[in-house]
């Protein structure tokens, strides 16, 4: 089976599965704080982990969810567009999931500072907080439940990374969803088959609900969803496009 995998979606697969496992089973080796995808400005950033994010995931179920949707669409994909077209569509989708994750979480951080700062909080302090080389304690020093609830968000937006292909893997499904819209798919979550072209705007629509709830225990980026879908549909888009004018 895995060897009738076209040759990228192949390797990206080997990869990602080499880089889970080598994060479990090596856990000294901290690799989630240097690879996994932070808030730019963050003290944790750093610059590579705008493509290393989408090789690290935060469990079997993640990854497992992940692979096996790139499994199912990445190889038509490929024949289709071609190895150099497919990689361009799989990182510019990631590249995309992490930029509006990041463009929402800087709205947000902005949110909170601006809150922070007008209540007389030292932001600094969080940021020196946030930082996984910091070992000493972290007191919040503030008689106010609201600055106290904000100085706690802006904490976990500065120390909680972002991981997983799921970037990319929604712009896959996006890509495929727009080449062949009349296609019907079977989904372990949906218990019938739904035509490709309406996958597209039900990721969207859930992505931007769940988003903007920020419902409480939900860990996902939503936003990282919807920026890889919206490049894997305008990079199809303009391919067509492109196509059709010589043709």
Do not use: C
């Not at 705008?50 to 079997?60: A, E, L, N």
């Not at 567009?81 to 951080?109: D, H, M, P, T």
């Amino acid at each position: 089976m895995f060897a009738q995998l076209t040759p990228v979606t192949r390797n990206i697969i080997i990869l990602n599965v080499i880089f889970f496992a080598v994060t479990y089973l090596l856990p000294n080796l901290n690799l989630d704080s240097l690879l996994a995808g932070y808030f730019p400005l963050s003290p944790n950033f750093q610059s590579w982990q705008i493509i290393t994010h989408m090789f690290m995931h935060g469990s079997v179920m993640h990854i497992v969810f992940n692979m096996l949707t790139l499994y199912s669409f990445g190889p038509v994909l490929e024949q289709v567009l071609g190895q150099r077209k497919f990689i361009i569509l799989y990182f510019a989708s990631g590249l995309g999931g992490f930029l509006l994750y990041n463009l929402w979480n800087y709205y947000e951080v902005s949110q909170l500072t601006n809150f922070l700062s007008n209540n007389n909080f030292d932001v600094h302090e969080i940021y020196k907080y946030a930082s996984f080389n910091y070992t000493g304690e972290r007191p919040i020093n503030s008689n106010n439940p609201e600055v106290i609830d904000a100085a706690k968000k802006l904490f976990l937006i500065l120390s909680t990374p972002m991981v997983g292909a799921s970037g990319a893997i929604f712009g896959v499904i996006a890509a495929f969803s727009t080449l062949f819209p009349d296609a019907k798919l079977m989904f372990m979550f949906i218990p019938f088959p739904i035509k490709a072209k309406y996958l597209t705007p039900v990721i969207i629509v859930i992505s931007l609900f769940l988003g903007f709830g920020q419902f409480s225990g939900d860990n996902i980026a939503h936003f990282a969803h919807l920026g890889g879908a919206l490049i894997g549909f305008l990079y199809i888009w303009n391919w067509k496009k492109y196509r059709d004018r010589i043709q």
